[in-house]
Structure formats: C-alpha cells, structure tokens
Nanobody, 128 residues
Framework: QVQLVESGGGLVQAGGSLSLSCAPS????????MGWFRQAPGKEREIVAA????????YYADSVKGRFTISRDGDKNTLYLQMNSLKPEDTADYFC?????????????????????WGQGTQVTVSS
C-alpha cells in the first residue's frame, strides 16, 4: 500500500510561485509513475503534469507548459511541482497520484483512472 502526503499549497498573487511536494510511503519515487492533477470547483479533475517511473519522460498540460515543472528527488523520496507565473485560472485543489508501471518504465500516464494511489489534495488559490 502506498500513501501520498502532499504539502505546499496556499494563497499567492497572480504572477507568483508555489512549490508542491508529495511524499510517498511504502514505495520509493523511483519505483512509481507519478502525476499531478487538479480540480477546480464545478470542473472535472484534469492532468497537470506526469512523470514516468524512469524519470526520463514528462508530460505537461498545454495550459501549464513553460510555467510548471514536475520533478523528483530520490534522496528525499519526494515528488515536486514547481509552479511559476501563476494565474487565477490555476486556482484548484491539486492532487498527487501514483501507480506502478505495467511494462515500460518510460511511460507516463495522463488519465486519472490509471492511477491507483492518491493524496488528500492541497488547495492552491491565485488572486488577481
């Protein structure tokens, strides 16, 4: 069983930055394919960024490309989402997700139903 604990959300002005962290217990990040999702009130959960188990491949939603960076630190066993140039439309609950890769450690996953493990979510609010 893998438990994911997120931290780092908060309130920030437009143009500012926040960094989210996700620490899994029960598995090391190097053994997991992981992703960040977000869900705004009244909207469906959407992929923000994904990282393959190998760490070699990443995916970013078009809306965050060039502004957000997904990364991991094996020594700290933590997944990160660095968010820069934040916009009011980035306001949402952000969720860390993880799964074991099926066959190819270079695959990332962008559909939420493909992830088995989820964090509790952390709120990000961007004021205009």
């Amino acid at each position: 069983q893998v438990q994911l604990v997120e931290s780092g959300g908060g309130l920030v002005q437009a143009g500012g930055s926040l960094s989210l962290s996700c620490a899994p217990s029960g598995r090391t990040v190097s053994r997991l394919a992981m992703g960040w999702f977000r869900q705004a009130p009244g909207k469906e959960r959407e992929i923000v960024a994904a990282l393959s188990q190998s760490g070699y491949n990443t995916y970013y939603a078009d809306s965050v490309k060039g502004r957000f960076t997904i990364s991991r630190d094996g020594d700290k066993n933590t997944l990160y989402l660095q968010m820069n140039s934040l916009k009011p439309e980035d306001t949402a609950d952000y969720f860390c997700a993880a799964r074991l890769s099926d066959y190819n450690a270079d695959d990332y996953y962008t559909d939420h139903w493909l992830y088995r493990y989820w964090g509790q979510g952390t709120q990000v609010t961007v004021s205009s």
